[in-house]
């Protein structure tokens, strides 16, 4: 096989030629370094957000049909790209010759705010409304699955993406019997609002039409290749790899024969994160390209076989069609399969994933296998050798030698039978969001009785999520065949599959009594379904199910949620020029739509631009014993690797009472301790010489890694916060009760979709510098920059153009990485970036503090609180970074809206084996307002009383003293109240939902209402200052110079909006 002369593909219409491609490059680090096109953003690396999501289109020459489908760029190796064209969000519009519809439709809807996630966004609809120009809403929601958002939310998304949907902006349903076009709120009477509010923040009829003939086309002279492609293998050659893309089946089944341990690559989902995130490599990989063995599709008089090649969303498509067309009793298995293709991963991943990789990646959590392994399916083998089959059992699952793929053979297709009459399949998952989430616990039963008896003939359970792959429940099902489909029969069947599928409390993914529940639960749903088909379809012989029953069968998610908002009006007296209070676009909000708006990774390489990555601890608590540096340092590419002992004299920067170091010393405290950074020619030579630091350790005591383990060992950072106002202890004294409790609340990811970025560049002169970076406190960077490299504040200049992202993670440990950027910049003279891939970022960075809240209450039988004593416990982390900020602002705050008359509250923030925790939106009130909320909670249970009755009980009324001693007037917070209990209908509401839940044993529904007092306030007045200077010009234009960071809110609106 000699080596091919070159790849060749399109990207929005060009022709790309590789001669030289690299079988380890993928198709995102191309587009932006290569091609430099940086509208395709990378999120997580993974296929996991979507904010990397491209349309490829391929040409069958089978069928003369294009397939368009959106991609994960960040999984795709350039090298299966021959023959396909690729479109980004450059490709479909841009301010410099025409928007697309759904660029102009998302901007003018409000649906961007930092913008970062935006271009994906684009990018999966325009993808749907290439293949259904007029989809509906369910097509929608499922294209949008695999895209992730952080901070505007998908309502104004999905409502730009809703006026490309043919429908009536009706939800479909009657909620509580009313329709959501009804008259009034829930079918109960206005409000009383005049004319003041409208449901909409924009217009339809200003949009820009849809026009299918305007897209690109697909470029012709890949027809061309398609159909006249030479039935030749090509062999792409990299410095650590080879790829091999057979065309014919012989080429994949002599390239196989050749390569035994070599894996066979479709759609990269499976093999390209274990490269990724597991550092599994591989010298040779096998890629198959359009060879219509692997994609058949065959109907046999008692199966039906798909090809191993499908993709995913193939196959979803092919069975829908299945179920249309054939008896219902025949199609038990398919209809299992398309439950679980709805909610698999996202669009994109689904796509490029194929049945065949899925199958063969025997991943604990696989939705597919227990369903094919329940299914009786079959795996059709080939090799030089011949033709062979094996089921897909447990064995197989098993990688029982017997059972398994011998290294020559290749799986050319599935086998999925027909089910018969009276036989019932089932698919059950449990996972932390309904779709693009693995599942926690997935299962596939299957129940054949053989005549109408209600005897047990066959059974089979199996089980994902488990055990070390999928487990199956043979004995369980062996005892139960004979047995009638009666309780007595579940009760049985609970106790022995519970026995069987064992779960030991060490077991990876912990949550081993939650799974224990959920295999239990998905057995009792599935003797509920087939006790209901059962029933209705031999309603004399067997019994109908109890009521309560019922709504254990039904789906605890709806598809589609709907609601009413209502927006304010412009005063109609308002001047026509006078903007303030307009529902004004986002200023960059077409540049995020059309991927123009720049981000600091999307700054174009400066000459001689170098790259660094960090080196962390992989210790919670460790002493360093050596670091050895030396073959890391003769790797290619290297230029430097910084450590303590460079930094010494500015390895710390003082921010509020402790000094914040950047580099280990002696010690490491957390896993992701910065240890040392290591600075090469390029990413890819950095990050291979960072994993040949050797750092050897010596664990140390105490590990403290909980609130609890700190408290216990007295692990605190100083001082502790107390607020006291009245006499709490006498006030106990009075009160008809006394209530005692604590809630805990774990931590949160920010997970901002731009993760931490940075370039520092020596402007070559009085030794001034840029620092261009991704952060929310741009004085501070400089400040923290000026100090490491000795230097007055004015010689280093922070560039701040917006923020793809922060949420308060963007300060503290963004300034240290950018003091060690900038020394390494200041020390060799020359740019470098520091950006950080999704899971460094993560490692590195904390996030919102968990709590541990204790509160002690005294109320009257009225529900009154007259006394209340609190605990706060917040885990820090490693370093105070912003912890005693948060704790405090967090104790001030802890009131939210009500009068407490005698109150003491104390925090102390725990000094823990972690990332060091940092500012998160709401500051430390979210938290703190919990278990405020949650005492109320307990409070009115004792009470007898509603919650809102206890709340409004207890609120603020007309002028009154916070007890930090500030006044506050009340009236707004009561008016607000008044009126959302009003205009919600919340007492209405509320019966109709205990009403529900009477009638429902298992499902059920819950209302609550919450008021909300939130002081902006950081305790200083400088802090809550700002300016600006406008300059206005000769020609009549204006710049403003202001202190705010763009970072989704529109700060740069609001200004024009104010002038």
Partial sequence: MEPAPELLFYVNGRQVIERNADPEMMLLPYLRKKLRLTGTKYGCGGGGCGACTVMISRHNPTTKKIRHYPASACLIPICSLHGAAVTTVEGIGSTKTRIHPVQERIAKCHGTQCGFCTPGMVMSIYTLLRNHPEPTMDQLTDALGGNLCRCTGYRPIIDACKTFCKSSGCCQSKENGICCLDQGINGLPEFEEGNKTSPKLFSEEEFLPLDPTQELIFPP???????????????????????????????????????????????????????????????????????????????????????????????????????????????????????HLGTLAGSQIRNMASLGGHVMSRHLDSDLNPLLAVGNCTLNLLSKDGERQIPLNEQFFSKCPDADLKPQEILISVSIPYSRKWEFVSAFRQAQRQQNALAIVNSGMRVFFGEGDGVIRELSIFYGGVGATTVCAKNSCQKLIGRPWNEEMLDTACRLVLDEVWLPGSAPGGKVEFKRTLIVSFLFKFYLEVSQILKRMDPVHYPSLADEYESALEDLH??????????????????????????????????????????????????????????????????????????????????????????????????????????????????????????????????????????????????????????????????????????????FKVVDQILEGEIYMGGQEHFYMETQSMLVVPKGEDQEMDVYVSTQFPKYIQDIVASTLKLPANKVMCHVRRVGGAFGGKVIKTGVMAAVTAFAANKHGRAVRCILERGEDMLITGGRHPYLGKYKAGFMNDGRILALDMEHYSNGGATLDESLFVIELGILKMDNAYKFPNLRCQGWVCKTNLPSNTAFRGFGFPQAGLITESCITEVAAKCGLSPEKVRTINMYKDLDQTPYKQEINAKNLIQCWTECMAMSSYSLRKEAVEKFNKENYWKKKGLAIVPLKFPVGFGSVAAGQAAALVHIYLDGSVLVTHGGIEMGQGVHTKMIQGL
């Fill in 558 to 731: 709806s598809r589609h949620h709907w609601n009413t908002i209502k927006y304010q009006n412009v005063d109609p007296e308002q001047l026509p020029g006078d903007p303030v209070g307009h529902p004004i676009m986002h200023l960059s909000g077409v540049k995020h739509a059309t991927g123009e708006a720049i981000y600091c990774d999307d700054m174009p390489a400066v000459d001689r631009e170098l790259f660094l990555t960090f080196v962390t601890s992989s210790r919670a608590h460790a002493k360093i014993v050596s670091i050895d540096l030396s073959e890391a340092l003769n790797m290619p590419g290297v230029v430097d690797i910084v450590t303590a002992e460079h930094l010494s004299g500015v390895n710390s920067f003082l921010f509020y009472s402790k000094p914040e170091k950047f580099l280990a010393t002696d010690k490491v405290f957390c896993v992701g301790h910065l240890v040392c950074a290591v600075i090469a020619d390029s990413e890819v030579q950095a990050k291979r010489a960072a994993k040949r630091v050797k750092i050897i350790y010596q664990d140390l005591e105490p590990l403290i890694l909980t609130i609890e383990e700190a408290i216990q060992h007295n692990s605190f950072f100083k001082p502790e916060r107390k607020l006291e106002y009245g006499n709490v202890d006498e006030a």
């Fill in 221 to 339: 002279e890949l027809m061309i290749m398609a159909e006249k492609q030479p039935q030749k293998t090509r062999v792409f050659g990299g410095e650590r790899m080879t790829w091999i893309s057979p065309v014919t089946l012989q080429g994949l089944l002599e390239a196989k024969f050749k390569y035994p341990q070599a894996p066979v690559v479709m759609g990269n989902t499976s093999v390209g994160p274990e490269v990724k995130f597991k550092g599994v490599f591989h010298p040779v990989i096998i890629s198959p390209d359009r060879i219509e063995e692997l994609s058949v599709v065959n109907h046999a008089h008692d199966e039906l076989t798909l090809g191993a090649g499908l993709s995913l969303a193939q196959v979803k498509n092919i069975l829908a069609d299945v179920v249309q067309k054939l008896p219902e009793e025949k199609t038990q298995i398919y209809r299992a399969l398309l439950k």
